[in-house]
């Protein structure tokens, strides 16, 4: 309730004169000859935001029964969309407060008190010294760096960034190599290498384990998209990347990745995958073909965090003969499987939108609120699994053809004694926020 408050506060601001006739103006433009211009119009309405509203609601009624302006329509019910998404977005995410700071032998615990002071993050340092002196010199700098920073060679003080602050312990600092962006970090939390033992140029394979972290303020889905764009050696080699522990010789082809997922693949392309559902912020990368004598690795990929932004309901009236349902960029069907108690449930994209990662499915879907409805109207509550029985097939570069099943689930029913229900339900979130985060990670030494 408070989120649709604010929204409604940011949407509802006064519009300067000035706006007011440049918001007309390409409006005006959205109906031009030219594809190109009406294009600039609607991104260039949707780059004002709020000020734009109250015109483009306008010119959506007046349009709605005339066919002459459908795209008009179409256009300005596309900008006013892409408005409140983004009003939405910032209600969800929103940049963290950068550390500025330059101490030269000063108390660690006036300097944390500086950190917590810019930052607005609570930190307690009551089990470390709060006397030992410290040396940083850092501007602009996110908040995990210079906690890092100030970590960083010490055997007796390190932190956990908990939901109600960072607390420091008397503990050794891990000094995982790390990338940092605003509140994220990405950081390589375990690294395996296997060094070939039949003296050819190749190294053998070396097994990367990424993980990522955000501060506390933001609440985006525990599952993370990792994904590892390239890796070089030192020699200035580019090496094959392979997401998960691979095991070619033992298990035919067989690729764990997280230990929550499979792939299988045949001659180096990805044919099949599915998942165990749990959710994860780290994910198993392998890297093959490195140079002899290489020492120290360089990689470079992207994190994605999701946000959720709208949690709808999604009903099924008469489940035995329910048609699939459009919620968002996905389309779910249901299906009996055994006397009323055993369903399964599957998610496609719906065509025309966007591509929907599978791994990020599962955090979207409200498992609690997985009911039946029966005759009398008592609510009973399902067991949901991920099944692993289907595979799902993946094409060369990851792309899923239409009707592909992204997701799919079994849901038991222990307490509905094999009656057919009447209706089925669940929360599911519709509306996604997806940050896509690039990091750079260099000079990793080789075990």
């Known amino acids: 309730m408070r989120h649709t408050l604010l929204l409604l506060l940011l949407l ?101 008190a500086d950190v917590e002071k810019q930052t607005g993050v609570k930190v ?34 390190s932190y956990e960034y908990r939901d109600e602050g960072v607390r420091f312990q008397r503990s050794k600092f891990v000094p995982y190599p790390a ?31 990424l993980e ?5 303020y933001l609440k985006p889905s525990k599952r993370v998209g990792l994904e590892l764009k390239s890796a070089k050696d030192d020699k200035g080699a580019e090496l094959e990347v392979l997401k998960g522990q691979t095991d070619d010789d033992n298990n035919g082809g067989m690729v764990v990745v997280n230990n929550n997922r499979f792939i299988m693949r045949r001659n180096g392309v990805v044919v099949a995958a599915g998942g165990l559902g749990e959710e994860t912020s780290s994910d198993t990368f392998t890297l093959k073909g490195m140079t002899a004598g290489t020492s120290r690795l360089t990689l470079q990929g992207t994190a994605r965090f999701s946000f959720p932004l709208d949690k709808s309901d999604v009903v099924f009236e008469n489940p035995a003969s329910a048609e699939p349902q459009q919620t968002g960029d996905l389309t779910i069907a249901i299906r009996n499987q055994a006397g009323g108690r055993l369903w399964k449930i599957t998610m496609t994209r719906t065509p025309g939108r966007p591509q929907v990662a599978p791994e990020d499915i599962d955090g979207r879907l409200d498992k609690d609120s997985f009911v039946a409805i029966d005759d009398a109207g008592k609510e009973h509550k399902a067991n949901l699994n991920e099944s692993r029985n289907d595979l799902q097939v993946i094409m060369r570069g990851g792309e899923l053809p239409d009707g592909t099943p992204l997701a799919t689930y079994q849901a038991m029913f222990p307490t509905l004694q094999g009656r057919m229900p009447k209706q089925i339900r669940f929360k599911f979130v519709t509306q996604v926020f997806v940050k896509t985060v690039p990091f750079v990670i260099k000079d990793i030494p080789l075990p």
């Open 12 to 112: 509802a601001l006064p519009v300067p004169a000035q706006d007011e006739a440049r918001v007309r103006q390409l409006i005006q433009e959205l109906d031009d000859d030219s594809f190109e211009v009406r294009d600039k119009a609607e991104k260039a309405l949707v780059a004002i935001g709020a000020e734009a509203v109250p015109q483009l609601k306008v010119v959506i009624a007046e349009t709605e029964r005339q066919k002459e302006k459908a795209e008009v329509r179409t256009r300005a019910l596309s900008a006013l969309r892409a408005i409140e998404f983004n009003a939405k977005s910032k209600l969800f995410y929103v940049e963290p407060k950068l550390v500025t700071l330059r101490a030269a032998e000063a108390e660690i615990g006036a300097v944390l």
């Open 179 to 209: 990338a940092y962006e605003g509140p994220f970090r990405v950081r390589v939390l375990k690294l395996k290498h296997e060094r070939s033992t039949d003296f050819k140029a190749s190294q053998g394979q070396t097994e990367v384990v």
């Open 212 to 216: 990522a972290d955000w501060q506390k």
């Open 124 to 157: 307690d340092a009551a089990a470390i010294d709060a006397k030992a002196k410290v040396t940083i010199d850092v501007q602009n700098a996110p908040l995990f760096k210079v906690l890092d920073d100030l970590c960083r060679g010490q055997d007796e003080r």
